[in-house]
């Protein structure tokens, strides 16, 4: 088991920039694949992006890709959502997912979870 702490999220207005960082615990970081999901309101959370444990492969929801970018530092046992050119539809609170395994996008895949960060923007 692995514990997670999202931070980053805040207000921003429609075309601007936020990263939000995933601060896991434990030295197996590097074991555990990682993936972003959002949940906004009266909404199921979606999957966002996701990350492979060398970093080597990354997935992306169709609505952010080549707006969002997610990395990871192994070292820091960390892993990053880099958001820009943000819109209104992307408010929603955000969080990170470890899973002991291969990447995926599938919500029921990971059994870690952080609290999550909110992300809020104004049009």
């Known amino acids: 088991q692995v514990q997670l702490v999202e931070s980053g999220g805040g207000l921003v207005q429609a075309g601007g920039s936020l990263r939000l960082s995933c601060a896991a615990s434990?030295?197996?970081?590097?074991?555990?694949?990682m993936g972003w999901f959002r949940q906004a309101p009266g909404k199921e959370r979606e999957f966002v992006a996701a990350?492979?444990?060398?970093?080597?492969?990354?997935y992306y929801q169709d609505s952010v890709k080549g707006r969002f970018t997610i990395s990871r530092d192994n070292a820091k046992n960390t892993v990053y959502l880099q958001m820009n050119s943000l819109k209104p539809e992307d408010t929603a609170v955000y969080y990170c997912?470890?899973?002991?395994?291969?990447?995926?996008?599938?919500?029921?895949?990971?059994?870690?979870w952080g609290q999550g960060t909110q992300v809020i923007v104004s049009s």
């Open positions: 997912a470890a899973r002991n395994g291969a990447t995926s996008g599938t919500m029921d895949h990971y059994p870690d």
């Open positions: 434990g030295r197996t970081f590097s074991s555990y694949a």
């Open positions: 990350i492979s444990r060398s970093g080597g492969i990354t």
